[in-house]
């Protein structure tokens, strides 16, 4: 097919998606309005969805659901389970509590959430429950935590939820799989039985937090359902859609750049030539004659020698001292005092030996997946000022002077007077 051709059908599906998508108002109906919780970023967060959950199981709260969610939510887990898994107690004993109070305690022993329930003639229930989003069970943790609360509790029943996305098992055959998808049945079902008790303020959040579980966690909900049929009936001009949609990437890397070439005079730097996922610069104390290759093009397409080079793909981000193309001797001058910081010895220099890092300034904690694309200029705003802290460190600002001192002898050395590393 010629590229005329294709561009063609790829425009004449797009103008059949935009005017005849019936369901595309649909499915922005269901997506549409203000939801606090998306404004929060708060869709992977273990922790707020902890403290979300905490507070719809404590009866005392202001939700005005009083003990039904928490009951009805037992119940779904015990009724959902497996027919050969043995549960503590059974849906009609739980239907049947009378409970007097439910203390609800937040990362108790590092426990994400802990219920202790009462009742008037009865031995206490402890709920012990984990919750994972994005993590994975690791280092026998809910074993640590079963026998932590058989210890502290050894009186009361027990029960040991292990809550995740789609209802993981767990390493512990004392816990019980439990999934988001019951915890949005359960929600939606009682929001619709006590509709007329809640008040206005808390059925704001609950209808809000239901509608991010529906988007985010639901496979079956309507608003995958409507989604699936929109793919199926404009798959052309939705693949044309996401093959030129923004690079995230990309797009913060090209923010951060012009953030700092923004503030290059008061942060005292030069902006170099970057590229996706790299942001370059040096310090003025480096824009020098010295610190420009002899030869043709140089590692970072700047043609420096050395440079800071913050790197923000992968998961090995980081703000680094970085060198390319230097001569070895002017390398070992500086890694002489290797053993300590501020320089120290690459591990890759063996495959890479034109390209060494000298000095790590600091490891980027923010991440662009889990930053989201919603607000770009949030995130590099965020990478901005991370490097900008990173880059006015105290240490940071004794590799810039011990490099900026040693940078005359390069001129030598690129005329002779020792190899490149």
């Known amino acids: 097919m010629s590229d005329s051709l294709k561009t063609q059908e790829d425009y004449e599906a797009l103008n059949e998606f935009i005017v ?128 932590t609360v058989q210890e502290m509790f050894p009186d009361a029943e027990r029960i040991f939820i292990f809550l995740s996305k789609g209802g993981e098992e767990p390493q512990d055959e004392a816990f019980l799989p439990a999934s988001y998808e019951q915890v949005y049945e359960t929600l939606e079902q009682c929001l619709e039985s006590r509709k007329h008790g809640i008040g206005p303020e808390p059925k704001v959040l609950l209808e809000n937090y239901l509608r991010l579980l529906e988007e985010k966690f639901m496979d079956e909900s309507e608003i995958a359902k409507t989604a699936l049929r929109i793919y199926q009936q404009h798959r052309r001009a939705l693949d044309v859609i996401f093959e030129h949609r923004p690079d995230n990437l ?49 590692w970072t397409g700047s043609n420096r020698i050395i440079i800071f080079d913050m790197c923000l793909a992968g998961k090995e981000r980081h703000l680094a001292v970085s060198s390319g193309k230097a001569p070895r001797a002017w390398i070992d001058l500086l890694l002489g005092g290797a053993k300590s910081p501020p320089f120290h010895a690459p591990k890759r220099r063996a495959r890479h030996p034109d390209w060494v890092v000298l000095h790590y300034a600091a490891r980027i904690t923010i991440s662009l997946e889990n930053e989201g694309v919603e607000d770009p200029d949030d995130t590099a705003k965020k990478i901005y000022d991370w490097c900008v802290n990173a880059y006015q460190h105290s240490d940071t600002q004794e590799v810039i002077k011990i490099i900026a001192k040693e940078l005359p002898k390069l001129e030598g050395l690129q005329n002779g007077g020792g190899s490149a590393a």
């Open 20 to 147: 005849n998508s019936h369901d595309l108002g649909k499915l922005e109906a269901l997506l549409g309005g203000f939801n606090l919780f998306q404004v929060l970023k708060f869709e992977e967060g273990e922790i707020r969805h902890s403290n979300v959950l905490a507070w719809i199981f404590d009866p005392a709260e202001s939700h005005g659901l009083d003990a039904s969610f928490l009951q009805k939510w037992l119940m779904r887990v015990i009724h959902d389970l497996d027919e050969q898994a043995s549960a503590p107690v059974s849906v009609i004993d739980i239907d049947a509590w009378r409970l007097v109070e439910v203390e609800v305690r937040r990362e108790w022993r590092s426990i994400d959430v802990l219920l202790i329930l009462s009742f008037a003639d009865e031995k206490p229930w402890v709920v012990c429950i984990e919750n994972k989003i994005n993590s994975v069970q690791h280092s026998n943790q809910l074993s640590r935590y079963r026998e």
């Open 250 to 298: 990309r797009v913060v890397s090209e923010k951060v750049q012009a953030l700092l070439r923004e503030n290059a005079q008061s942060l005292g730097i030069v902006v170099e030539k970057g590229r996706k996922g790299f942001v370059r610069f040096i310090p003025r104390e480096w824009d020098n004659p010295c610190n420009i290759h002899r030869g043709k093009g140089g």
